[in-house]
């Protein structure tokens, strides 16, 4: 069965840090491209950083470019997203899904949604 999980959210400080994973089963990893989206409350989904699992080559949204990290564990099926320097506009819910090409317009076609984990940055 195919299905993607998100893991590891919470409630950080601002300037903390957390690891979110997105744990992949039931299709062949390899073949795709793993993007992180967000979506704050009253707010459109947004595309957050994406990788080709097989090449390892990575996007980034300018917003979170030089503070969130994305890499693949290849053996666990897993990607993460390690997210530092967090502010408070970085509260959402964040998920995980799947295309089957990395070049082009960086966040369309994509699709199997995970149901998302929450991370909330506040003082």
């Known amino acids: 069965q195919l299905q993607l999980v998100e893991s590891g959210g919470g409630l950080v400080h601002p300037g903390g840090s957390l690891r979110l994973s997105c744990a992949a089963s039931?299709?062949?990893?390899?073949?795709?491209?793993i993007g992180w989206f967000r979506q704050a409350p009253g707010k459109e989904r947004e595309g957050v950083s994406s990788?080709?699992?097989?090449?390892?080559?990575?996007y980034y949204a300018d917003s979170v470019k030089g503070r969130f990290t994305i890499s693949r564990d290849n053996a666990k099926n897993t990607v993460y997203l390690q997210m530092n320097s967090l502010k408070p506009e970085d509260t959402a819910v964040y998920y995980c899904a799947r295309r089957l090409y990395f070049k082009g317009p960086p966040w369309t076609d994509f699709g199997s949604w995970g149901p998302g984990t929450q991370v909330t940055v506040s003082s």
């Open positions: 039931g299709f062949t990893f390899n073949y795709y491209t």
């Open positions: 990788i080709s699992i097989s090449e390892g080559t990575t």
